[in-house]
Every structure is written in C-alpha cells, then in structure tokens.
C-alpha cells in the first residue's frame, strides 16, 4: 500500500498536514523541515514550489515564494535537497506548484524525478482537469504519482464526482473561494459547504485547507474532513523563527491547542 493510501486507512480523522515554501525563509534547509515536521507529529507534508506569480496565494505564501526565488531555489534545486529524504523520513510527501515550473521543468521529467525522490503526490491548483485527463494522468500513474485535485464551494457536484472518479489519495477541499490566508473563524456558510461535500459521500477522502489558523477553524474543519491543511500560519511563524521549524510546529500547535 502506497503512503498515501496507508495514512487515510490507518488514520480516518483529525490528520494535519502542513505546508511550507520550499527556500524560505533559508535557501537550504528543506529537507530539516521535513524532518521536524515528522518528528513533531506532522501526518502529512505539502512542499510548495516557489513561483513568482502564484494566482491562488495570498499574501504571506506569495511573499515566501518571492524569497525563496530570490534565494534561489529551483524545482531542480528542489529535487537535489529531497535527495535522500526517504533515509529518514517516511509520512507522505506532496509537491505543490503551478503549471509554468513544471512545463519548463517537463511533465515527464517531473513525475520522474518525483517518484525517484520519494514523492507520493503533487498539487497543481492551475492545471485544467481536461488537461490532467487527457495528457497529465497517464504520465503520472506511471511514476506511480497521485495527482490531488481541488475542489470550492463553486465547484458543481458534476465536476466533484468526476474528480472523485478519476483521481486517487484525497480531494483538496478549498475552504473559500479566495486566496490562502488565516482567518479566525469559518462562518455558517463556509461550513454548510463542508456538511454538503461530506453528504456526498465520496469515495476519496477529504482535507480540507485555506484559512485554518487557530482553534475554532480547525475544529470547524476536522469536524467535516479527514483533517486539515495548514499553509499561511505555519510559514508565517516559520519565517518569525527564521527557518526553525521545531519552534514553528510547537507554536502552531499551542495556536490550534493540540498536542
């Protein structure tokens, strides 16, 4: 059983998966977030390849992503500091991009280089679905990648079930239809999306992202999804504690008061 896979069957709610910019706040220490991450009791990590005009980033991922480009990260100097990461760390990993690096990359090479660092998934908030049907699936079932799509409160129950159909690991549930960002609470419309998504019963689980920055989010979302993902918060205290991830995750966890 692939990681992915393994992690929903074993652990059906309260999953927390956190994302960060790969080469921000420091250019090098990509695979010691990982590392911490994992020690502290992350169940799943997002890698964010940094781009310079990420359409569905607010303020706090684009700013990290304008400085990890300004300290030079690539996808290629990506793929050099995941070389190894399965040595020591083995919770799943997932890349989220936009389209242009991985074009410029090349599709193939990319899902290759995936697969042979050790990634199990890649989030592409850009990519067409009909694109993905017709020319992205079939290189990335190859590699043996999960590619995890999202859905919004727009998306039609049409457009969610076939999602649902075609794709394997988990459905990205996007809180809102707005930018990444924290917010303190989710009002009585965001979460009657939740409840509806999750009466659909769909056969692919759900995590649910955008906005979960403090407890009363968090409790709002992983009352209605597998888990939680957490992007905005965790790379703002990771760039307050200049790239320390142990402080970061330890200071995320008192602002969701878990353990």
């Known amino acids: 059983m692939d990681r992915i896979n393994e992690l929903f069957s074993n652990k059906k709610h309260d999953i927390l998966s956190i994302y960060f910019c790969a080469g921000a706040p420091k250019a090098n220490n990509t695979a ?35 400085q990890a480009l300004r300290n030079g990260m690539t996808l290629t100097g990506l793929f050099a500091q995941l070389e190894g990461i399965r040595n020591t760390v083995s ?36 990519l067409p679905f009909d694109e993905y049907m017709q020319s992205v699936k079939p290189i990335a079932e190859k590699y043996g990648i999960k590619v995890i799509m999202l859905i919004t409160p727009e998306t039609s129950e049409e457009r969610i079930r076939l999602i649902d159909d075609n794709t394997e690991g988990f459905i990205y549930m996007v809180s809102s239809a707005a930018v990444t960002g924290a917010q303190k609470d989710f009002d009585a419309r965001k979460q009657e999306y939740f409840k509806r998504i999750e009466g659909m019963n769909l056969r692919n689980p759900r995590m649910i992202g955008f906005g ?11 009352a209605h999804a597998a888990g939680c993902i957490i992007g905005s918060r965790f790379v703002t205290l990771l760039n307050e504690e200049s790239g320390n991830a142990e402080r970061a995750i330890e200071r995320l966890k008192m602002n969701l008061e878990i353990q």
């Open 32 to 66: 010691e977030v990982i590392t911490s991450l994992e020690k502290n009791g992350v169940d799943m990590i997002e890698i964010g390849v940094p781009f310079s005009d990420p359409l569905a980033d607010g303020p706090v991922i684009q700013n990290a992503s304008c």
């Open 91 to 126: 919770i799943p990993l997932i890349l989220m991009g936009y389209l242009n690096p991985i074009m410029q990359y090349g599709m193939e090479q990319f899902f290759r280089s995936c697969s042979s660092t050790g990634i199990d998934g890649a989030i592409i908030p850009d």
């Open 212 to 222: 979960i920055s403090n407890r009363r989010t968090y409790e709002a979302a992983a």
